[in-house]
């Protein structure tokens, strides 16, 4: 059939966690095809992924092909299924039922594990293939606050938009002028990572007050 002869879009998935190791993906095969419908995963024996991951929801994430208008390729997305926790998408926080479209590369962290998802698109619109590598160290460097959970009260995303009142000067780079645009994303993590992870946390709280109430 001319579905057999249009290559698979390929997602080449790395898997991470600190403290377990391996032992948290003990059921993840080497391997997993799936035809166009939502790719579960999570802890549950339902779900197309399962990983053995304490706290992590039964249904965690869902992996969602789709079309774009006009595309002929398969784009993907990833769905937050958990009430209880955040996920973070290229530093993205998504909340409950919050999705986010995935670019080529993409680092994605939840419940401690840390994973990369790196896509190879194919011409099928009939099925993808999932190739998974267990590995032994982190895959993600990044500030604390996107390690653990106990941050999902907090808007990470909103002081990263460049507006100038959210840059955090206070932090001990009062000297260099205040980037402006999406470039400096990136830099300004590594910069609160290295000033202070702890004097970021107040600086957001202060500068959102409703945050503290608003649970994930």
């Known amino acids: 059939s001319s579905s057999m002869e249009s290559s698979l879009t390929v997602l080449r998935v790395s898997l991470y966690h600190p403290t377990l190791g391996t032992a948290a993906f003990i059921n993840v095969p080497l391997e997993l095809q799936h035809d166009t419908s939502p790719l579960l995963i999570g802890r549950g024996h339902d779900t197309h992924l399962q990983l053995q991951v304490p706290h992590l929801s039964r249904r965690h994430l869902s992996l969602e092909p789709y079309l774009?208008?006009?595309?002929?390729?398969?784009?993907?997305?990833?769905?937050?299924?958990?009430?209880?926790?955040?996920?973070w998408v290229n530093g993205l926080l998504?909340?409950?039922?919050?999705?986010?479209?995935?670019?080529?590369?993409?680092?994605?962290?939840?419940?401690?594990i840390q994973m990369?998802?790196?896509?190879?698109?194919?011409?099928?619109?009939?099925?993808?293939?999932?190739?998974?590598?267990?590995?032994p160290s982190p895959l993600i460097y990044r500030p604390k606050a996107e390690?653990?959970?106990?941050?999902?009260?907090?808007?990470?995303?909103?002081?990263l938009l460049g507006s100038e009142?959210?840059?955090?000067?206070?932090?001990?780079?009062?000297?260099?002028?205040?980037?402006?645009?999406?470039?400096?994303?990136?830099?300004?993590?590594?910069?609160?990572?290295?000033y202070s992870s702890?004097?970021?946390?107040?600086?957001?709280?202060?500068?959102?007050?409703?945050?503290?109430?608003?649970?994930?």
């Open 68 to 87: 774009e208008p006009g595309s002929t390729l398969l784009a993907f997305c990833l769905k937050n299924l958990s009430r209880k926790s955040c996920v």
């Open 94 to 112: 998504l909340r409950f039922l919050e999705q986010v479209p995935l670019s080529v590369t993409n680092r994605i962290s939840f419940s401690n």
């Open 116 to 135: 990369t998802i790196h896509i190879e698109r194919g011409t099928s619109l009939e099925a993808f293939v999932c190739c998974f590598h267990m590995s």
């Open 147 to 159: 390690e653990t959970d106990e941050w999902e009260s907090i808007p990470q995303g909103q002081p």
């Open 165 to 194: 009142e959210r840059t955090p000067v206070h932090l001990g780079f009062s000297t260099s002028p205040p980037r402006l645009g999406t470039a400096h994303c990136s830099q300004a993590l590594e910069e609160e990572q290295k």
């Open 198 to 216: 702890r004097g970021s946390c107040q600086t957001l709280l202060s500068a959102s007050p409703a945050a503290e109430s608003k649970a994930c």
